[in-house]
C-alpha cells in the first residue's frame, strides 16, 4: 500500500512540474512576434519585406481586435512600400491581402472602406495570377469565399 502512496505523490509531482513548465501557444506565438518586430529593421530587400508581411499576417492570430487591426495595418502599409520600392510583385501581393483584411475598420481612424477593400484584393489577384504564385493565388480564393 505505501508503494501505491509513494508512485501517485512521485506521479502527482511530476506532473505538476510538466505542466508549470508548459506555455501556452498564444504565450510563445507572441514572444516570437515581439521578436520578429524587434529584428526587422536588420533585415534588407525582400527578407525584409517578407518579415513585415509575416508579422501582419500573425497578428491575426494573436493580438485583441483593436490591436490586430492596427499593427496589421501598420506593418503591411510597410511591407507594400518596401515591396513597390523594390518591385518585389509577391511581396506587394501578400501586402495588399493583408490591406484587404484589415482596411475596412474606419471606426479605428483607419483610411478605408469597401471599395478600397476590394481594390486592394483585387489588386493582390491580379498580381498572383500575373506572377502564377498557387499559394497566393489560393489565399485569393479563400478570401473570395
Known amino acids: 500500500m505505501k508503494k501505491y502512496i509513494l508512485m501517485a505523490v512521485m506521479l502527482t509531482f511530476c506532473l505538476s512540474q ?10 510563445t506565438d507572441s514572444i ?20 513585415l508581411n ?3 499576417a500573425r497578428t491575426t492570430f494573436i493580438l485583441s481586435h483593436e490591436t490586430r ?8 502599409t510597410e511591407a507594400l512600400q518596401a515591396a513597390t520600392r523594390l ?8 501586402a495588399l491581402l493583408t490591406l484587404s483584411a484589415t482596411s475596412f475598420c474606419p471606426s479605428m481612424n483607419m ?19 500575373e ?9 485569393c480564393y479563400y478570401g473570395i469565399s
Request: glycine share 6%; with cysteine.
Open 69 to 76: 487591426l492596427a499593427i496589421g495595418y501598420k506593418y503591411a
Open 131 to 139: 506572377i502564377n504564385n498557387h499559394e497566393l493565388l489560393g489565399w
Open 87 to 94: 518591385n518585389y510583385k509577391a511581396g506587394i501581393a501578400r
Open 111 to 129: 483610411p478605408g472602406d469597401t471599395a478600397l477593400k476590394n481594390g486592394y484584393f483585387q489588386k493582390a489577384f491580379d498580381i498572383a495570377q
Open 18 to 27: 510538466t505542466i508549470c513548465q508548459t506555455a501556452p501557444s498564444a504565450v
Open 32 to 51: 516570437d512576434l515581439y521578436r520578429a518586430m524587434k529584428t526587422v529593421n536588420a533585415l534588407k530587400d525582400s527578407a525584409k519585406v517578407d518579415m
Open 54 to 56: 509575416s508579422i501582419a
